[in-house]
């Protein structure tokens, strides 16, 4: 067999499998894994595992935590006391990428041995040992197994994210393993001396040991092994929060990386970044191309103007492909940009900062950083929540930049072509403005979400939880001022029944909130369309060139009482076709043909799909509630009556001037101009999305009339003019 090693863009073994090449995508495999930095310390890594029942493992991206760690476990004997090894990730993609090539790497399929779960979708089965999932899934798993006793391991990955819900699940695991080691001792009923949230847990084993209890036994559960896995290089904060936990390092390989910046200030990012992609693809040697981009949308204008412009180019250069990668992307389509190049080509990845350490795409040598990053922000004041694109820190610019390893696919090792190439777009003098690392998301985001599931799991004194860096006590006591609002918590605090069945569902609480009001209602059959076309990112798709017919699209779709009711129509109206085309051709013919009349009404097929998916989902959850899912028919009054009882927290009142005041924080706003009432302005709205530009917007709007504020929330409205 040739040697696949000399070979760095030989073509992809993987669409045409023979069984020649089968045998040799196994080999390449085994031996990219024996090059990975991590193999050489295997036993010592799985020694300190054995050793310590919480371990910090902090390593480059790239060495083969993610992927080879769990499997070391496996192999060495951690699951074989029935229970299973959990992987956490902050992103979704993450979850099934790493999965999917896991189960490769052991040459089983996907959701046998090795399997993932994220919201919405879970492809594991009681065979899996090795189960990658979310954070916030794992939190969800805590509601329903409060011991999370299935799980013999437990891993947080990516803990430098710091993401909210990373952060919720350290002081989380914390107290699990606490009790989980008390069980054993028998100890669970004598020991009071405890952090507050420590006894909450408690009490919970108390209520559920009850009867076991009284036949003198005490349940036993195995000690949870506890494994804090970061990219970044400062394990202090997390051996700190474990009581000075022992941090183990694993050497990664750095590469030289060479790095460029702007003589001048950027205007506009997206044609700086395709200057400088046409300028590596027609003037440096070969190696793949990392883009770093703010979101789906911007990943699919540039995608577009890249296929544009290689039109012009003459036939011998438009050896370019270009991948997408973000975290909305159906999973289908995920794998790809971790296939080699076929021969002669050259890959352009355009991904989210998901490709700043959660996953590594080998092959690449040039990385194209625009130096920004959409993020979280919360103003507390406001009580407003926006993704706004801000630009990055230090910390992420140094990932980014490492990103440029130029990873030879088949071997494992560095490219011997020169260093890698980092293009900053911006100057070096806005680099040393950068400040050093990310705020946690924790310190910028609401909170309801998470208060409202600390409480469904017990812990009521949220503000004295033992969070790894505590939010800011304003946040705390807003989210819980809409929670009441909300009516999940009671005038004490406590969770009410309302916000019990709240924190079951899978969704935002003002989600949950609608669906429950809207089974009241008899409109929860719309609503479930709503909420899940609410939840998916840009359902319509306007690319510049096409505004004109896109809008004339939207319109055959668009209701005058707001864009709620124009997404039910694209909804309906997709899935009436479905059903029709079903009638007369196979499943797979009839999902096809939707994309085609997706594109032709100008409707992002990818969020449908995802929507759809969300939908079913959904209909699940609530038909497990007990809900009863009635339809309105056409009463869209009552509809919009709905949407005015569920999200009355962002209502907004017409100025003179034509501009919006948000009824609850003063805000001024505008309706941001994809709405279907932009023109119409009417007087009183509720809306979903607020967005920060050069204005604040708010997007997903719906007309209301003031009167039913008042009569469908008069805790809030009543009191006012
Ligand atoms: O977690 P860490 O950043 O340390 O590394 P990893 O995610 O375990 O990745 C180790 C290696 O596996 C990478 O260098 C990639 O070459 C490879 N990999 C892959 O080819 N396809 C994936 N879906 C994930 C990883
Ligand atoms: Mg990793």
């Not at 009284?214 to 559960?221: A, F, L, N």
């Amino acid at each position: 067999m040739p040697s696949m090693a000399a070979n760095k863009f030989s073509r992809n073994t993987h669409q045409n499998q023979t069984k020649g090449d089968f045998v040799s995508r196994k080999q390449m495999i085994e031996q990219q894994r024996k090059n990975l930095p991590i193999a050489a310390v295997e036993r010592r890594l799985v020694e300190e595992v054995r050793n310590n029942d919480t371990l910090i493992i902090v390593g480059e991206t790239g060495s083969g935590k993610t992927t080879q760690l769990p499997q070391y476990l496996f192999k060495w004997g951690f699951c074989r006391d029935g229970g299973i090894i959990g992987i956490t990730q902050p992103r979704r993609v993450a979850a099934i990428t790493v999965a999917k090539r896991v189960a490769e790497e052991c040459g089983i399929p996907l959701g046998q041995k090795v399997g993932y779960a994220i919201r919405f979708e879970d492809v594991t089965s009681g065979q899996t040992k090795i189960k990658y999932m979310t954070d916030g899934l794992l939190l969800r798993e805590a509601l329903l197994d409060p011991y999370l006793s299935k799980y013999s391991v437990i891993i947080v990955d990516e803990a430098h994210e710091r993401t909210i819900h990373t952060d919720v699940l350290l002081g989380l695991l914390k107290n699990v393993q606490k009790a989980r080691s008390k069980s054993i001792n028998g100890v669970v009923n004598t020991d009071h001396n405890n952090s507050n949230n420590g006894h909450a847990l408690e009490e919970r084993i108390d209520n559920q040991n009850d009867g076991i209890l009284k036949s003198c036994q005490v349940k036993k559960y195995n000690p949870l092994k506890l494994i804090i896995m970061s990219a970044s290089l400062d394990a202090r904060v997390f051996s700190e929060y474990f009581g000075g936990a022992k941090a183990v390092h694993v050497q990664g390989r750095q590469f030289p990386v060479d790095i460029f910046y702007t003589h001048k200030p950027e205007t506009d990012c997206i044609d700086a970044a395709l200057i400088t992609i046409f300028q590596i693809h027609l003037e440096e040697g070969p190696g793949d191309v990392l883009v770093f981009l703010t979101g789906q949308e911007e990943i699919e204008s540039v995608e577009r103007l890249i296929h544009e412009r290689l039109r012009q180019l003459p036939e011998c250069s438009r050896k370019l492909l270009t991948f997408p990668i973000f975290s909305s992307l159906p999973s289908e389509k995920q794998m790809r940009v971790f296939m080699p190049s076929p021969a002669g080509h050259r890959k352009v990845i355009l991904a989210t900062n998901i490709a700043e350490t959660s996953v590594t795409i080998p092959g690449i040598r040039y990385v194209v950083d625009p130096g920004l990053v959409k993020a979280r922000t919360y103003d507390p004041k406001m009580g407003v929540d926006s993704l706004i694109i801000v630009t990055t820190s230090k910390a992420q610019a140094l990932q980014r930049r490492s990103r440029a390893n130029f990873l030879n696919f088949y071997s494992g090792r560095a490219g011997r072509d020169g260093p890698g190439k980092c293009y900053r777009l911006y100057q070096e003098s806005f680099f040393e403005k950068l400040t050093d690392s990310t705020l946690p998301e924790i310190k910028r985001c609401d909170l309801s979400n998470v208060v409202l599931q600390l409480k469904a799991l017990g812990i009521d004194d949220v503000i004295n939880f033992d969070f790894i860096e505590k939010p800011d006590r304003t946040a705390v006591v807003n989210s819980l001022w809409s929670l009441y609002l909300l009516g999940a918590v009671t005038e004490d605090n406590k969770l009410s029944d309302v916000g019990r069945q709240m924190a079951r569902l899978p969704l935002d609480p003002v989600y949950s909130k609608a669906l429950i009001v809207a089974s009241q209602f008899g409109c929860l059959k719309e609503m479930l369309i709503c909420v899940a076309m609410l939840s998916v990112e840009s359902i319509f798709y306007a690319p510049r060139e096409k505004l004109e017919e896109s809008r004339n699209a939207l319109k055959s779709f668009a209701s005058l009482e707001g864009d709620h009711l124009t997404l039910l129509n694209v909804y309906r109206a997709a899935d009436e076709f479905f059903q029709k085309n079903k009638m007369v051709h196979s499943e797979e013919k009839a999902e096809k043909n939707l994309r085609k009349w997706c594109k032709d009404n100008y409707i992002n097929s990818r969020s449908l799909k995802h929507a759809r998916d969300i939908h079913s989902q959904i209909v699940r959850n609530v038909e497990q509630m007990g809900l009863r899912i009635t339809s309105c028919e056409d009463d869209t009054l009552l509809l919009r009556r709905c949407l005015a009882a569920s999200f009355f927290l962002k209502a907004a009142m017409k100025q003179p001037d034509g501009a919006y005041r948000v009824t609850l924080s003063g805000l001024i706003v505008q309706i941001h101009p994809s709405s279907v009432l932009f023109r119409a302005k009417p007087e009183c709205i509720v809306f979903n999305e607020l967005v920060h530009t050069n204005h604040s917007y708010v997007r997903n709007v719906s007309r209301i009339d003031y009167l039913w504020l008042v009569e469908l929330a008069p805790n809030l409205y009543a009191v006012q003019d």
